[in-house]
């Protein structure tokens, strides 16, 4: 049960799909779905094989948790070609993200390594593949044009940027992006979900650092909206100039 990937696969569709194959209720559903789904060392042993078996020379290991360890520090640590990658594996339909795991991830993520949460190894493969392949560049990438649109209108202003799943708001709903304005007044960290095409990835992108340029109390106010649309037209302008086009 649920021991393969299946691309696009959510934990209420499962409940109810099983609820209505048997005619039982959800709770008569999640009960029988716990005692049929492997626990979680079984996709963890899955997913460290298949890196060991796609990255034969990388470094993978199953991070082990005792009365010292250092909370959050993700299940698996591989290491290929001299990237760090810590996946944190989640059981289907009832693995829970500890805020302590979020942090780590984030975290990692910041420092400029690679942490994800998972459950299957198409997932962790999926995002070592796409890290190794980024070390051929874009001449174009709008990622990059948008960061220089918005350096060249803020040149004072800082903040980190990441992809990363599973991002929610305060009151736990989902959403493609995310700005966090430490306490400590720190840097901002600007998150946008790993999930999204790259045109709607560069929309995110620049709603989330138009937060930035508006500061923490903005909101989605007017002030906020004037800071977009000066970033998206430095970034047009940007690419017009550069590569042409309207």
Not at 45 to 74: F, H, M, T, W
Request: proline share 4%; charged share 30%.
């Amino acid at each position: 049960m649920l021991e393969h990937y299946e691309k696009g696969w959510k934990d209420s569709d499962v409940i109810a799909q099983v609820q209505k194959e048997r005619g039982i209720t959800k709770t008569q559903a999640v009960k029988w779905l716990r005692e049929r789904i492997p626990p979680e060392r079984y996709y963890q042993k899955k997913i460290i094989e298949a890196l060991r078996r796609e990255y034969p020379d990388a470094y993978v290991v199953k991070v082990s948790q005792g009365a010292y360890s250092i909370g959050g520090i993700p299940d698996i640590m591989c290491v290929v070609g001299g990237r760090y990658f810590g996946f944190e594996v989640k059981r289907p339909v009832f693995g829970e993200v500890s805020s302590l795991q979020e942090l780590a991830v984030r975290k990692i993520n910041i420092a400029g390594g690679t942490a994800a949460i998972v459950t299957y190894p198409e997932e962790a493969l999926q995002i070592v593949k796409w890290k190794i392949d980024r070390r051929c560049s874009f001449v174009n990438s709008p990622f990059d044009l948008l960061q220089e649109a918005f350096r060249k209108l803020y040149p004072e202003k800082k903040y980190q940027a990441v992809f990363s799943d599973g991002i929610k708001d305060e009151d736990g709903k989902a959403v493609f992006g995310e700005t966090v304005f430490p306490d400590d007044e720190s840097i901002p960290i600007v998150s946008v979900s790993a999930c999204l095409s790259i045109k709607d990835a560069v929309e995110v992108f620049a709603h989330e650092l138009a937060h930035v340029a508006a500061g923490k109390e903005s909101g989605h106010s007017e002030a906020w909206e004037a800071e977009f649309q000066k970033i998206f037209d430095e970034y047009n302008r940007i690419g017009s100039e550069r590569f042409g086009g309207n």
